[in-house]
């Protein structure tokens, strides 16, 4: 069975990068798409992005200029990278994965919150 | 970008009786493939988000069948034909068909 286990740091100050790892248990990203998930406080989902396992992305025009996701096909993992945070980007962090045509498998979540 | 809207936004039901969730998008989900990517996702406090339902109606491995999805183009429903205690939770649709992928506000059910 498939899971995903993700880590990250959960506390970031204002103009910091976020950096999040997903890594993929009993299975492989071949075929499928890693997918990076947020949850606002307010509970409301935005999804991100995702990479390919050949490494093609497709990012949220919202987050575009500012928004890396990466693969590492060797060690079966997927990142994030969000540059200049601002209070507005603390959420919970899901990585998943998208087995088209759904998203099945999904991370535990990382909490990140942005303060001085 | 394309937007879903559920309705209602909170549905006080009692166990045993059925509950339905209705989502709406501002613009047909109809893929150029002739396929509809819309999926519904249930989730249960201090929990990720759980897939139940994906491309309107196709129930994913181990949803209960009490969970079934409908609709076309635009209007989509999700409904519990006999709510559970385990149902509690916030149910959101999410659409694929097109980029940036979204997702409902969410809909939070509670038992009465």
């Known amino acids: 069975q498939v899971q995903l286990q993700q880590w990250g740091a959960g506390l970031l100050k204002p103009s910091e990068t976020l950096s999040l790892t997903c890594a993929v248990y009993?299975?492989?990203?071949?075929?499928?798409?890693g997918t990076w998930i947020r949850q606002f406080p307010g509970k409301g989902l935005e999804w991100i992005g995702e990479?390919?396992?050949?490494?093609?992305?497709k990012y949220n025009p919202s987050l575009k200029s500012r928004v890396t996701i990466s693969v590492d096909m060797s060690r079966n993992q997927f990142s994030l990278r969000l540059s200049s945070v601002t209070a507005a980007d603390t959420a919970v962090y899901y990585c998943?994965?998208?087995?088209?045509?759904?998203?099945?498998?999904w991370g535990k979540g990382t909490t990140v919150t942005v303060s001085s | 970008d394309l937007v879903l809207t559920q309705t209602p936004l909170s549905s006080p039901v009692t166990l045993g009786q059925p509950a339905s969730i209705s989502c709406t998008s501002s613009q047909s989900l109809v893929h150029s493939d002739g396929n509809t990517y819309l999926s519904w996702l249930q989730q249960r406090p201090g929990q990720p988000p759980r897939l139940l339902i994906y491309?309107?109606?196709s129930r994913f491995s181990g949803v209960p069948d009490r969970f079934s999805g409908s609709g076309a183009g635009t209007d989509f429903t999700l409904t519990i034909s006999r709510v559970d205690p385990e149902d509690v939770g916030v149910y959101y649709c999410?659409?694929?068909?097109?980029?940036?992928?979204?997702f409902g506000q969410g809909t939070r059910l509670e038992i009465k």
């Open positions: 990479i390919s396992h050949s490494g093609i992305t």
């Open positions: 998943a994965r998208y087995d088209f045509p759904y998203m099945d498998v």
């Open positions: 999410m659409q694929a068909t097109q980029f940036p992928y979204s």
């Open positions: 009993g299975g492989s990203l071949s075929g499928d798409y």
């Open positions: 491309k309107i109606s």
